[in-house]
Structures are given as C-alpha cells and as structure tokens.
C-alpha cells in the first residue's frame, strides 16, 4: 500500500510538467502578447509610444526571449514562488491569486460534498426501492438538475430567496461582513451564502451522479454474493452496506477526479450571476485580456487541483476494493 | 394429509421415510413488465434426512429458483406466491416450520439461514465478495448464529478451512477470494457454508465452473462431509454425471415442474417420463462415438408463455392428442417412482382453484 | 492413399508463445508465462483434431496462433492452401494472414456476446462475404439464406436480432458466419460449452454433418472429454502450455499412457450410477505457468512420480507397444494406466 502511494505520488511530478508545457504552449497560442495589445490599446488613445519602450517592456517581461526560454524562465520562476506579475491587475499573481483561490476551493469542495452526500442517499433510495413513487420523483428531479443551465438555475434561486425570505444573495458575505477578521459570525454568514452556489454549481454533477450510483447498485443488487449473504443470514440494511453498496461506491469515487475541474468550470457562470469572488471569472478575464502569467498561473492551480482530486479519489478506491491494492 | 390427490400414492409412500424438507405446489413467480414468468411453478419434493436429493434440468427449468425459494433468496421481482416448504429440524414428528411463510427479511427466517440450511452456489467468483477476505465472511456467518468472540470465531474459521482441505488455513483465512484459485474459492464457500453445522446443505451446480479433476475434488468433500456432520443435501446440477456420483433421489424438472422423481436407480434404469429418457440420450457416449446424438426437437418456449396441455407436449417424440389439451398429474410409475405423463395416467393434475386449501 | 504420401493441411512445429511478466516501478520483464511451450501436430484434410485440458493449459493461446490473432514467439505453423502452397503463418504478413484467414474460420465458446446485439442475423451471417468480398446486403442474401439453410435455421427469420433466438440457435449463427467464405479449417474453442446437453447434441450433430457435406478439417477444443471423445478422430492432451499425450481418440480413451489422462478420464463424472469407478483424484490444482516446476510439469501432482520426474524433462515420444502414439512420459512404456472402455461395458447400456 506504501509503495502504491510513493508510486502515485511520484507519477504526478512528470504529469505536472507536462501539464506545464500544455498550459504555456495554449496560453502562447493567440497571435500578440499583452504588451502589444497594451501598445495597441494606447495608440488608439493616442499615446504615441516609443519603440525603445516597447522593447524595455518586452525585455522585462522576457517577451523578446524565443517560446522555449519563455517557459524555462516562467517554470524556474515558479519553483522560486515567484508566480510573474499580472499586466491587468498590476499586482504580483500570487497575490491575486491567494485572494482568490480558497474561496473557490472551498466552494469546491463544499460542492463535492453536497453532490456526494445527496447523491449518496438519493441514489442508495432510489436503487433499493426500484419502480417506487420515490424514485419516479427522484430520477425527474435529477433529469430536470441535468437539464437546466446553472445560470438560469441561480436566477431562480436568487429570486426565491429574495422573494420568500428576504434574503440578498450575491458575493460570499454580508455588507458587514466584507472586510471584517474572521469569527464565528463571519463563518456562519459565508455557510449561508455557499448555500446558493453550492446547490446551483453541484446540481448538475449530482444528478449524474446519482444515476451513476443507482446503476451500479442495481447491478450489484443481485450478484450472487449478495445472495449468498442473505443465505447465510446477514440482515437486511446490514447486508445492503457491507456488500453491495461498498462495490456500487468504487466507480462512483472514481468520478471525483473529473467531478474537480467539472465543478471549477461550471463555477464560472454561476459565480460572474452570483458575483462571487472566485477564479472562475477571474480566469476567464485574465484569458480574454492575453494577461498570461496570471491565466497560466491559474490554470496551473487548477490542474493541480485536479491531479489532487485524482490522487484522493485513486487513494480512496484503493481503500475500497482491495483488488487494486494488491495488484502492484 | 387433505392437500395430497389420490394419484399421488407413489409421491406419498415415498413421503414415508424420515423427511427433512417437503416441498408442497411451490410457485415461484416473477412479475415483470412483459409479464409473468411462471418459474417455478408447482413444485412437489422431499428431501430424506442424511440422503442426497438431485435436482436436475435444462436451463430454464426452475430448478435453481426451486433452491433459492426455500430460504427466499429470489432475486426480485421473484416472489413464493404459493405453496409450502415445511422444514423439519430434528424429525418428521417434529411440529414443522413452514420457511414459504416466514417473512422474507424476518428474523425467524434470518435464523433459520446458514445455521440449519445452508446454500453453496455456483461461480464461486461471484458468490464471495471480492472486497472481503475470505476469513471475514466466514467469521460473520459464524457470529450471526453463535456468541462467540472474535478471537474464537477465527479459530473456528480456521479450523474449517483447514476441514475442506485448504492447505496453510491460518494465512488463507487472511486472503481475498481474487487471490485463491477457483477450487479453493469453492471450498471456502463450502466451509463457510458449513461453519454453522447445517443440517441441510444446498449446493446450486457448486461444480460448474471448475475443471474436472478439481470437481473430483470437490465433489470428494461434499460427499464425506455429508457423512462426517449428519447432513441432508439438495444438489442442483445440469450434469447427468455428477448426479449419478452423488445422490440417492432424483426429481427432473422442466417449465417449472417436477416432471419425474424417483430414486438414482428409478432415473437411471427406468426412465419412464418421454423428457427424461431423451435427455439422456443426447448425452455424448464412449461406445457410439461419431455417431448421430439423438436430439430433443424444438426449443424451450419463451419464458411468458405456457402451454395449455402438458409442457414437454411440443417437442415430445410421444405426444398424443390430449397432451396438448390438458395437463397430466403425477402417476406412479414404481415403488417411490413416478412420472407426469399421459402414459402412465389418465388423469389430470387439478385445477388450480384445488389447492385454495394448503395455504 | 497411403499415409505417407498424405500431406498435412496443418502442421505445428515446435510452437511456443510466451508472454512477458513485468513487475515492479520501472515494469521491468522478470519473467515469461510459457502458455504455448514447444508443441506440435499435424491436422489432416477432413479430420477432427480435439484438444483437452484444463483452464489455463493454453488450448485457447494456441488456437489465437493459428488463425494470426497472436504472433507466435517461436516455431512454425504450416499451412497449406487450397491451391497446394504451404504458407508459414507465424512469419506470415498481415496481407497474407489476411488472405489464409478466409481459409480458417474460429468458432467462439459464447453464442450471447460473440454476436453484435445490433447487427439482423443477415448482416452478421453476411459480414464476412462484405468485407472480404465486397458483397452488399442485396448480393449476398441469397447466400445467407442457403447457409441458414445449411446451419438447420429458417432462412425467412433473417432480419431478426440475436436476442430473439435461442442459445443454440446463436451458436448456428456463428457457424453459418464461420462457412461463409468456404473456409477448409474450422477451429471450435468450447463451441458447446454454454449450451444444455439437448442442445449440445443437436449443435454436435451439426458439426459431424458439416464436416461430410463440406470435407471440413476441425480442431475442437473442449474441456469435456465426452465431447471430445464423440467428435474427434485424434486427440491430444495438453497441461500447462505442454501436449503431454496424443493418440487417436479411441487409443487415446481407451489406453492412455500419461497418468495426466488417466486422471481427467476418471475425474469425469459417469452419467450412470453403476460405473463406480476407481478415481485417480489429483492432489492440488494446475501448476502455474509462470513458475512451472523443474523436470516434468505434472510430476508434483502425479501418482506414479518417481525421482527421475522431478529433474529431467519428458519429451512427446511415440510409445513402444502402441502405434501413432505419443506420451511424454518418462514411463509410458511400463505403467499399466485404466481408461474408458471397461467403464462403459459394466455400465450395461
């Protein structure tokens, strides 16, 4: 089991550089830089910009540099803690990122337990009571989640809590709140607004999840080593825990690796509706403003995110079924 | 003894020895969408204290469903909608206990399961968990049934690994079933089937799946395990072969029904039912090699649908014009030995209406 | 026609496959599972070649060699055409294997998953005959009507899916598919393992009337030596990647000379109560081929083992006082090994 969790680890170090690479050759793609568009930009005010400036900017950056020293700088840069400087921001990236991230992260994993929990009891319901008014409920509710877009789904959400309970969502705390240190009143405000975008964001994910573990459950319903547990007298919610379920969860923790950036992606939307302060819409401005550093940086996060993701869920199957444990 | 027709004197003497179980007009029914599926469906058996009973048949003819049903392990949507499966523990004096009656997740028949019956099933791949080691399961089976501590019930598991023959039993008992080959993932449901000391083992085509010299083995064990502990067996199996090595009675099953019993003799030397007799003799044998097998024409019907005479009237090379208009009762064909068919008989099993007085 | 002048449709020489074991960080290769380890026969037109044994004994890895599936790791697989050129198919290209393929056809042991689920029993049957002849539905159909006919299916249930027929039914699908190009080698692996016994005799009845009617060659491979005794004209025994014994069927039955045989000839269980036979019941399961044990395979199993087995390995030679047989044991010659024939006659029937 060590050794596959060396092992594990390890095989994520080549995957981050390659990672790396994709992120800095994407990123490099569009024609120009943020210098050039910067230049652009000023002329059409009419600024007249020098040449020798526009060459001290690009030396400064090291854009003047061929693609491949670029990224060397950029990944030697990076194993110092130095993440680059953002051109739209003008603040080093680390910082805008440190503001940003553990909202997202939290809103995240928030996410990923919400969906897993819901997705846990509603699948378990709906699998053990096959054909049941509760499970005709349960799959129209999941169709109606897959089928509805998460913006519109946030609208709705916000107009209800607005309407029923007088409740302003949008951003992750109370006016009062914004700027204060952290306290248990700061805390509860943030859970109760994580509660909109958590449903909104998960939905989706839930409702496939929950036909996902319905599936499996169905399957291992019936196999005969559950049969065989009946037979020998194992009772009832037991033997439905200790064998069946625990089988039907492995490919269900197996989604989690790819549940993370799902989530990440389909935070973006909802958070540009529900103006919360996270990566998502950061990333998308950083990207559309060719402001690199801070696009790379980002996406380097969240990819390491997800490997993380892949490594807990690969981890937690290993726990699960031991057929993978003993294979290396 | 009201539930029992006059045609059925033959099945009644043969109720005469010591019993352990009686299946009595057993329907098991599936419900599903595209209709029911009469797998079971009207069954008759017994099974003698400390003797083998074979049950043999094609697939689709009930027979495991027959086994599952007597301790209502049906996979759904299949349920027991009639009939009884009367289980005497100690002796047919005995009071018995009706198992078709018993609640299906009720406690009563949680105690019953793999203390007094056990069931042993085919594919031991499948029938262990494969996220389990195999010393967990049979330590639960052990403690569902008798207080003992953890430390004593390994012991115990142990012991019974070492009993059906599993060779380093105290490193086994740690092993996940993906780690035994087939033959020793059967004998560890075996042991694990018999943990408890049943006193009736049923074993569903517990050979199936295993190469031949390993099912000597296994079927070596079964046979002096059943002398060693006192049980009764019920033996499930396709396979004319190992039914001629291991049992005393037979009953041959086909659409759901019993179509012949009698005793391992009866079956093999007096065939009398038109299914049976050609059943064995699509049997591939030593001294006509290369020659035509007699075949038996046409195909089992789709699942949904029964035929109004006799079930085997379609593809039996002896059909007469009643056997597709009504349906033959059993007939005593010998001593012990009888038979459904219009050879034997002119009457008629009953309506169902008749047996509105067994439950 | 004598037999020397007969030349084999078939001929293995010395066939091995081995397949790597990688273990470890680096997947490093430390080992190699022998399933196929030096065996060779010779398979003559309109003959029935079967072979037993148990899982894992590499029957199945050796068939895949021979219709170009597995490239074997050594030795040579002959086969001569229709045209009477002999082709080497274990050096054979692509394009070649492709053109001796339509000359050897397999037979699958699962008539449920050996067949496209979405595909009408026309276009299965007439897959073969598009892809190698480019034959569309319309040029075909009368084709796949004549071999349903042949296969014993009613040719108006053509544009019916495999769901609505039966397990036997599937399984004549996939022979009529099989015949579609004339093919001249059938190979069968467990063509009737999934099936009941009525339904096994009916598909083995088809298998012997093919074989008169089309002059086919088969290898048959079964783990029922029932099954295999009934169809086979010559047999071979095979343990872990090894044929230990091969003889014609009824010899082979009747008079083994590899205590392997005569093991698997008393493991099977008799379908009649009044064989009681005198088991040989082997200790243990099959060895592993991956750590396959010093001089003969079989000998920790073996009840007749002596010290010479555990050192030097047994070649396949031809025994003494029988003809065209072959034991690769060291003593085929003095053991005296109990086979079939005194079975069947006390049994009476």
Known sequence: MASYIVRRVLMMIPLLVLVSGVIFIVIQLPPGDYVSRHVARLEMEGVVTHEAEIEALKRRYGLDRPVHEQYLLWVRAMLRGDFGYSFAVRRPVLSVVAERLPYSIIISVATLLFSWVVAFLVGTYTATRQYSPGDYIASFLGFLGLATPNFMLALILMWIM????????????????????????????????????????????????????????????????????????????????????????????????????????????????????????????????????????????LSLLTLVGTLVSDLLLAWLDPRIRYDR | ??????????????????????????????????????????????????????????????????????????????????????????AESDRPVDLAQLKRHGRELRRIRGKDISLVFQEPMVALSPVYTVGNQIIEALRLHEPHSKRRARELAVEMLDKVGIPNPDVMVDRYTFELSGG???????????????????????????????????????????????MSVMLITHDLGVIAEMVDDIVVMYLGKVVESGSLHDIFDRASHPYTVALQRSIPRFQRRGQPLEVIRGNVPDPYTRPQGCEFAERCPKAMNRCFQDKPAMAEVGDRHSAKCFLFTDEVESAPGREANVR | MSDNVRQPMLELINLRKYFPVKKGFFRRHVADVKAVDGVSFSLYEGETFGLVGESGCGKTTLIKNIVG??????????????????????????????????????????????????????????????????????????????????????????????????????QRIGIARALALDPKLLLADEPTSALDVSVQAQILNLFMRLQRELNLSYIFISHDLTVVQHISDRAAVMYVGHIVETAETERLYVSPKHPYTEALLSAVPYPHPDVKKKKVVLKGGAADPQLLPAGCPFHPRCPYVEALCSTRFPSLEEVTESQQHWSACHYADSLSLRGLDTLEESAGS
Not at chain 2, 190 to 219: F, H, N, R, S, W
Not at chain 3, 73 to 102: K, M, P, Y
Not at chain 3, 114 to 123: A, E, I
Request: aromatic share 6%; with cysteine.
């Open chain 1, 162 to 301: 607005y309407s029923v309970f007088g409740f302003t969502v949008g951003g992750l705390f109370s006016p009062e709140y914004q700027d204060a240190p952290w306290t248990m009143g700061r805390v509860l405000d943030l859970l109760k607004h994580l509660i909109i975008p958590v449903i909104v964001v998960g939905t989706a994910g839930t409702a496939g999840s929950i036909r996902i573990l319905r599936a499996n459950l169905l399957d291992e319903l019936n196999k005969p080593y559950v049969i065989t547990a009946e037979a020998k007298g194992v009772p009832p919610f037991r033997r439905l825990c200790k064998y069946p379920l625990r089988v039907a969860l492995i490919p269900f923790t197996s989604t989690v690796g790819w549940e993370l950036p799902n989530i990440v992606s389909g935070e973006t939307i909802t958070a540009v509706v529900l103006s919360l302060p996270t990566v998502g819409p950061m990333l998308l401005r950083a990207l559309v403003d060719q402001d690199m550093f801070l696009a790379g940086s980002l996406i380097l996060f």
């Open chain 2, 1 to 90: 003894m009201s539930f029992l027709r006059s045609a059925d004197v033959g099945y009644r003497r043969f109720l005469m020895t010591d019993r352990i179980l009686d299946i009595q007009n057993l329907k098991t029914y599936f419900h599903t969408q595209e209709g029911v599926i009469r797998a079971v469906d009207g069954v008759y058996l017994s099974v003698r204290r400390r003797k083998a009973l074979g049950i043999v048949g094609e697939s689709g003819c009930g027979k495991s469903i027959t086994s599952l049903s007597v301790l209502q392990v049906i996979p759904s949507p299949g349920r027991i909608v009639d009939g009884r499966v009367l289980f005497y523990p100690e």
């Open chain 2, 184 to 230: 020793m993932r059967q004998r560890a449901l075996i042991a694990m089937a018999l943990v408890c000391g049943p006193k009736l083992l049923i074993a569903d085509e517990p050979t199936t799946a295993i190469d031949v010299t390993i099912q000597a083995q296994i079927l070596d064990l079964i046979r002096s395990l059943q002398t060693d502990m006192d």
């Open chain 3, 69 to 170: 599936a597995l490239r074997p790791t050594s030795g040579q697989i002959l086969f001569t055409d229709a045209g009477g050129q002999t082709h080497d198919i274990a050096r054979a290209d692509r394009e070649r294997i492709e053109a001796i393929r339509r000359d050897i056809q397999m037979i699958f042991q699962d008539p449920f998953s050996s067949l496209n689920p979405r595909m009408t029993v026309q276009d299965i049957i007439g897959e073969p005959l598009l892809v190698n002849e480019g034959k569309g539905r319309r040029a075909s159909r009368a084709r796949v009507a004549e071999l349903m006919e042949l296969v014993g299916l009613n040719p108006e249930l053509l544009r019916r899916y495999p769901h609505a027929f039966s397990g036997g039914q599937r």
